[in-house]
């Protein structure tokens, strides 16, 4: 099971966390991974300053993350963790 934490602290609301969350919900359904692959919220992950909300794959903490990049970003940090 890989467990992706998404960032709902003041600074990633502000930057659309929760749109974050349904496309990664989204990608998830899609490919079938719900017994796979387990969607949290967090609370700040200390990252503020970057773009985009910040997630935590496992122990890596990945930022910059956006509605238009979310598929790469699961492509990239998720799947291979399958």
């Known amino acids: ?3 992706v934490a998404i960032c709902v602290g003041s600074s990633c609301h502000l930057k659309d966390s929760y749109d974050v969350i349904g496309a990664f919900q989204k990608e998830v359904a899609d490919r079938g991974l719900g017994d796979t692959v387990k969607l949290s919220a967090a609370f700040c992950l200390g990252k503020c300053g970057f773009a985009g ?3 935590k794959v496992e122990d890596k903490i990945v930022t910059g993350v956006t509605t238009a990049n ?6 990239k ?6």
């Open 1 to 3: 099971m890989v467990t």
């Open 53 to 55: 909300v910040s997630i």
């Open 70 to 75: 979310c598929r790469e970003v699961f492509e």
């Open 77 to 82: 940090e998720v799947l291979p963790l399958l």
